[in-house]
Nanobody, 119 residues
Framework: QLQLVESGGGLVQPGGSLRLSCAAN???????????MHWYRQAPGKERELVAQ???????DYTDAGKGRFTIARENTKNSLDLQMNSLKPEDTAVYYC??????????WGQGTQATVSS
């Protein structure tokens, strides 16, 4: 099993920054480095959407939601995943979820952390 715990959400003004973190624990924590890791978000009334992803080797990709303003990073020695979010906008308000997945279709989700961008 792999448990994912997000932290770092909160209230920030437009133009501000937040750094989200995801800690991976559990019996499969020693193979964290082999997982593809993702950040998703879900805004009120909307479907969950992918924001950013990072491969075991550190290759990154961003959707339009995060491109240019967000940075995803992983530290395999610490079983951790981060999302640095800059120049935040009110439309970035959402619950942000950490996800681990394998090409075979296995997936694990965290409980999410709320990020609110408002003046």
């Amino acid at each position: 099993q792999l448990q994912l715990v997000e932290s770092g959400g909160g209230l920030v003004q437009p133009g501000g920054s937040l750094r989200l973190s995801c800690a991976a624990n559990g019996t499969n924590g020693n193979i964290f480095k082999f997982y593809n890791m993702h950040w998703y978000r879900q805004a009120p009334g909307k479907e969950r959407e992918l924001v950013a992803q990072i491969t075991p080797g550190g290759g990154t990709d961003y959707t339009d939601a995060g491109k240019g303003r967000f940075t995803i990073a992983r530290e395999n020695t610490k079983n951790s995943l981060d999302l640095q979010m800059n120049s935040l906008k009110p439309e970035d308000t959402a619950v942000y979820y950490c996800n681990a997945a394998t090409p075979a279709g296995w997936s694990s989700w965290g409980q999410g952390t709320q990020a609110t961008v408002s003046s």
